[in-house]
């Protein structure tokens, strides 16, 4: 079974509507992270959490809200889609080791169309 | 100026080549190095990281760090198709000990 999970693995949307992508792990980590991908842009942070109750803006937060249910759920949500939110998406967790930032892990991503 | 950058290629080896991937940052209190590699349309999955400068082998990869001159890299030696992919520099900046910038990723094309 699949540590970090994404769901819906692909979606097609409308300009205007609400969407929301949710973000499931198992692997007991605390800290949550949503990137958007695009084309030569490599991976842009969107939000992150550290746990339940620390959310943080990344660097492209604008159109965007987020959601720590739990500590195994991060949910991202586009509460008006627009065109150029067209991307791939993923979550990530990660934890401390030793004091010491360890990888992150990716989900599988979720690939977003906005017509 | 990118915060953390690298050339987009596509860097073209011919197979059992040596390949040199390279990234510089701009945050010189950044204390952690990975990279990533990523096949077309899956999600990135880690190769290597590294924290002090000099190199570090782990079989056919060597990251190589050097804090002076804001520069790490990854070398690949006996290159194969397999190789092929897009690789993926992120840095942990000063200050903040979860969050990872990463460059545009560099694609690499092993050739047989």
């Known amino acids: 079974d699949a540590d970090v999970t994404q769901t819906p693995r692909n979606r097609i949307t409308k300009t205007g509507k609400r969407i929301m992508l949710e973000c499931s792990q198992t692997?007991?980590?605390?800290?949550m992270y949503w990137y958007r991908q695009d084309p030569g842009l490599g991976l842009r942070l969107i939000y992150y959490?550290?746990?339940?109750?620390?959310?943080n803006k990344g660097e492209i937060s604008d159109g965007y809200s987020v959601s720590r249910q739990a500590q195994a759920k991060f949910s991202l949500s586009l509460e008006s889609a627009i065109p150029n939110q067209t991307a791939l998406y993923f979550c990530?967790?990660?934890?401390?080791?030793?004091?010491?930032?360890?990888?992150?892990?990716f989900g599988p991503g979720t690939r977003l169309t906005v017509l | 100026q990118k915060e953390v950058e690298q050339n987009s290629g596509p860097l073209s080896v011919p197979e059992g080549a040596i390949a040199s991937l390279n990234c510089t940052y701009s945050?010189?209190?950044?204390?952690?190095f990975f990279w990533y590699r990523q096949y077309s349309g899956k999600s990135p999955e880690l190769i290597m990281f590294?924290?002090?400068?000099g190199d570090k082998e782990d079989g056919r990869f060597t990251a190589q760090l050097n804090k002076a001159s804001q520069y790490v890299s990854l070398l690949i030696r006996d290159s194969q198709p397999s190789d092929s992919a897009t690789y993926l520099c992120?840095?942990?900046?000063?200050?903040?000990?979860?969050?990872?910038?990463f460059g545009q990723g560099t694609t690499l094309q092993v050739k047989p």
């Open positions: 945050d010189r209190g950044s204390q952690s």
């Open positions: 590294i924290y002090s400068n």
């Open positions: 959490s550290f746990d339940v109750k620390d959310i």
């Open positions: 990530a967790t990660s934890d401390l080791t030793s004091g010491r930032p360890r990888e992150q892990f």
């Open positions: 692997k007991g980590h605390d800290r």
């Open positions: 992120a840095v942990n900046p000063a200050g903040n000990t979860g969050k990872l910038i």
